[in-house]
């Protein structure tokens, strides 16, 4: 993967803080909120080049989605049904 560009932004401080609350409530870093908004709004302007990359997939890996409801996610453990006798 090339190596990311590094920009200096100045913000007006109520901006940057309006901004860093968005990013914490999409669970994303400030810096990735705005590298998504700026993303959105090239792709909205039909100006998004083609040879742009996807945005990095950072943190946790997902989890693999396994078919039908997850085992336990009612609470009460196992999810299949007790045997009837």
Same mark, same amino acid.
Do not use: Y
């Given at each position: 993967?090339? =190596?990311? #560009? #590094?920009?200096?932004?100045?913000? !007006? %401080?109520?901006?940057? /803080?309006?901004?860093?609350?968005? +990013?914490?409530?999409?669970?994303? *870093?400030?810096?990735?909120?705005?590298?998504?908004?700026?993303?959105?709004?090239? /792709?909205?302007?039909?100006?998004?080049?083609? =040879?742009?990359? !996807?945005?990095?997939?950072?943190?946790? %890996?997902? #989890?693999?989605?396994? !078919?039908?409801? +997850?085992?336990? *996610? !009612?609470?009460?453990? *196992? *999810?299949?049904?007790?045997?009837?006798?």
């Amino acid at each position: 993967m090339p =190596e990311r #560009k #590094k920009v200096l932004l100045r913000l !007006d %401080p109520a901006v940057h /803080d309006a901004l860093a609350r968005w +990013a914490g409530q999409e669970l994303r *870093s400030t810096n990735a909120q705005i590298e998504f908004l700026l993303r959105r709004a090239l /792709d909205e302007a039909g100006r998004m080049p083609k =040879e742009a990359g !996807d945005i990095p997939r950072r943190g946790r %890996p997902r #989890k693999p989605e396994a !078919d039908g409801p +997850a085992a336990g *996610s !009612d609470g009460e453990g *196992s *999810s299949e049904e007790p045997e009837q006798t």
